[in-house]
């Protein structure tokens, strides 16, 4: 009985985050776990199952999915739409942001 209302409690704060973010956070954190899930997949199916998976394994998915967002942060994409929300709110001082490299 415990463990399912901590469960409950976990899947209503997680749900509670949710609703907290804006539509380009949600969309970031739905892509993260969406890469995240075919990279495990990938490695997986290339895996030998007779052999443990190590830390280094574990370190390899995450060093992969780091190179992939790098790859996909060079253009175009969800860090434009954040930049123009941050823009539109009056959350961002774009001269410093672009004097920085940031944008």
Do not use: C
Not at 8 to 35: C, F, P, R, W, Y
Not at 39 to 55: H, M, N, Q, R, W
Not at 92 to 97: A, F, S
């Amino acid at each position: 009985m415990a463990k399912q209302r901590r469960v409950e409690h976990e899947q209503e704060q997680s749900a509670e985050l949710l609703n907290n973010l804006g539509h380009v956070e949600k969309m970031e954190v739905l892509t993260g776990i969406a890469d995240l899930k075919e990279e495990i997949g990938t490695y997986l199916a290339s895996f030998d199952p007779s052999k443990p998976v190590t830390s280094a394994d574990v370190h390899k998915i995450f060093e992969n999915l780091a190179q992939k967002r790098r790859r996909k942060g060079s253009g175009p994409g969800l860090r434009w739409i954040g930049w123009i929300e941050e823009l539109k709110s009056g959350q961002l001082n774009w001269k410093r942001e672009l004097a920085l490299g940031k944008y």
